[in-house]
């Protein structure tokens, strides 16, 4: 895992979620809330919540992906939720 300290990844984990995508999926709203925290924070947890509009973690975890262009480099997921880290 480069670009992250494993300590810190498992900080990380087990430390609540940052951001949490529920029903209106990811809104603008969201996704600025979310560069500002990889901005700050580099690494943040995301959500997905059960009442999002994703049918699965894949299919969540892809959107985010293609809607970031890049942006972002996905560490892990594990159920609903990922780890990701603000691409260098």
Same mark, same amino acid.
Do not use: C, D, Y
């Given at each position: 895992?480069?670009?992250v300290?494993?300590?810190?990844?498992?900080?990380?984990? +087990? &430390?609540?979620?940052?951001?949490?995508?529920?029903?209106?999926?990811?809104? @603008?709203?969201?996704?600025?809330? =979310? $560069? #500002? !925290?990889?901005?700050?924070?580099?690494t943040?947890?995301?959500?997905?919540?059960?009442?999002?509009?994703? +049918? &699965?973690?894949?299919?969540?975890?892809?959107?985010?992906?293609?809607?970031? @262009?890049?942006?972002?480099?996905? =560490? $892990? #997921? !594990?159920g609903?939720?990922?780890?990701?880290?603000?691409?260098?």
């Amino acid at each position: 895992m480069p670009n992250v300290h494993r300590l810190n990844l498992r900080n990380i984990r +087990s &430390s609540p979620s940052s951001l949490q995508v529920g029903k209106k999926g990811l809104s @603008e709203s969201f996704l600025i809330e =979310l $560069e #500002t !925290r990889l901005k700050k924070e580099k690494t943040v947890k995301i959500k997905f919540l059960k009442n999002s509009p994703f +049918s &699965s973690r894949q299919e969540a975890i892809s959107s985010l992906s293609l809607v970031l @262009e890049g942006k972002i480099r996905v =560490l $892990e #997921t !594990r159920g609903w939720t990922a780890i990701v880290q603000k691409q260098s």
